[in-house]
């Protein structure tokens, strides 16, 4: 064999091999999807990176962003609504995990439930805890609920952001760039965008909560 056709054959080698590297890459991607989610009120003073539960993440207000992310502002569904209030926010944790474990672990849909005693939409988890605690008579009960991955699932949720609005009618930005794509939190039975501080008093902001949703390769 003359030295063209070793080089040929080497050459061609390698090309396999950068192929089948680039495939098992592929297969064995991993990805940060978020996993579980909490909500957490408390009186006295806001929530803050401190306040964060190990290995969890904050939801910022985009709408009340700091100098760095440390200093940007966490979510308050009862933002305006009085100085003894509760502060209540969400916190949301991140796994890293290969395509193949997404099933049952990853989180894929979030939607806002109405009701203490509501039950929960099939296959769905209930964030227990009041999105509007301590509002008093009037306000709604507001619950998270979440509902995990399954095998006919395209899209997985990697991202949480909150947004704050003095009017009804103001909604946040959405994002939809392949393989992402943004998602307003909906109102179970009403899939309209959600308040999450619906009625709980005069001059408290209207809460939107956006999830950014990933396409799984």
Known sequence: MNRKRIFRAMAAMVVVMLATSVM??????????????????????????KDTPNNYHRVTDEKHPGKTALDN??????????????????????????????????ISDV??????????????IKVDC????GCGSGSKYLYLAFRRTNASDTHIITDIKGYSFSKEYQLPGLSNQNPYRDELVTKYGVATPADLSEKCGH???????????????
């Open 24 to 49: 098992c890459s592929e297969v064995n991607a991993q990805i940060y999807p978020v996993t579980d989610i909490q909500v957490f009120s408390k009186k006295g003073s806001p929530f803050t990176y």
């Open 73 to 106: 502002e966490t979510l308050d569904t009862n933002r305006g609504s009085g100085t003894d209030i509760p502060y209540v926010s969400i916190f949301y944790k991140t796994e890293k995990l290969n395509n193949s474990d997404l099933v049952g672990r990853a």
């Open 203 to 217: 001059g408290t902001d209207y809460i939107r909560l956006v999830v950014r949703k990933k396409k799984i390769e």
């Open 111 to 124: 939607i806002v439930v109405e009701g203490a005693k509501t039950p929960m939409p099939t296959g769905y």
């Open 130 to 133: 009041d999105l509007n605690k």
